[in-house]
């Protein structure tokens, strides 16, 4: 399928013929409103300390192992060209992750599921064609596609691309970013963006630079242009306990939400430790040492928002 730009009458795909995509969601309802299709596109410019999704910050597609599902066949040793799979003599399963070259076969020689890729190259047409399947559950529930990561606009041409595809088909979009993307690219891509859902990370440059890697400068200035240029946000806010909470952060975000007009409302993101496995697999080290809140801890930062100003906030 190869749709025109009635204005341009430029082939979307031509933008970026592929993207790396890790995963396509479908069914999601936690990714902005209604019933979506979530696209998962690889790279990330921040390192969050607690990221949930640390198979996503490789711009290239990686190996992973579940040592859990290993039952030591050693197929994988056996036909690997590059020697990343090595057993030791009480039979326990080594993965050298930097002399993989994601060529797959060993994938494919696993029988337990115990190897995947994360990454796969599609291109604009292939997820459109994905996602379009499921319009009819777009339409009935308000929902549509969100594109997500890592940061999905580290591959931007990619995302424009298949941003106007869905647009010029009916189909609501959601972007939802770190906010540290090239200023021009917000400009660029929100005319085809019904709602950004923008993250707020930590409040101050420095604990934002420890947390994640990169100060808020850019962050500020690519969410006060999309207040400028009037488009749609929710404000997204992870809260990690013994990292970024603090008074100081809650009064930043509601007033935030109180001066930016553009902003629907903020939800909360409680800390959840799911990344821990998956950086694992991928033979990365997990940087947080945090708990997972109960509801009553949930209910207190939400109320401790809400104490700074009459703001609309939900728990996401």
Known sequence: MLIKDSTSQTSFAQLATTGVVFDIQKFSVNDGPGVRTAVFMKGCQMKCVWCHNPESLSAQKQLAFNADKCVGCRHCEQVCPN??????????????????????????????????????????????????????????????????????????????????????????????????????????????????LFDYKATGDELHKTLTGMTRRLVDTNLQLLNEINSSVILRCPMIPGYNLSDDHFAAIAQLAKLMTNIQKVEVLPYHNFGKGKASEIGKTYGVDAKMPDDNEVNSWIASIKRYGEINVTLS
């Open 83 to 196: 020697n990343v799979h090595s057993f030791d003599a009480e039979g326990n399963h080594h993965v050298d992750f930097e002399a993989c070259q994601t060529c797959g076969q060993c994938v494919d020689a696993c029988m337990q599921d115990a190897l995947k890729i994360y990454g796969k190259e599609m291109s604009v047409e292939q997820v459109f064609a994905e996602v379009i399947k499921d319009k009819v559950y777009f339409d009935k529930s308000g929902g549509g596609i969100t594109l997500s990561g890592g940061e999905a606009l580290k591959q931007f041409e990619f995302c424009l691309a298949l941003a106007k595809m869905c647009k010029a088909n009916g189909v609501h979009v959601c972007v939802e970013t770190n906010g540290a993307s090239k200023t021009d690219h917000y400009r660029t891509i929100a005319p085809y963006v019904d709602l950004f």
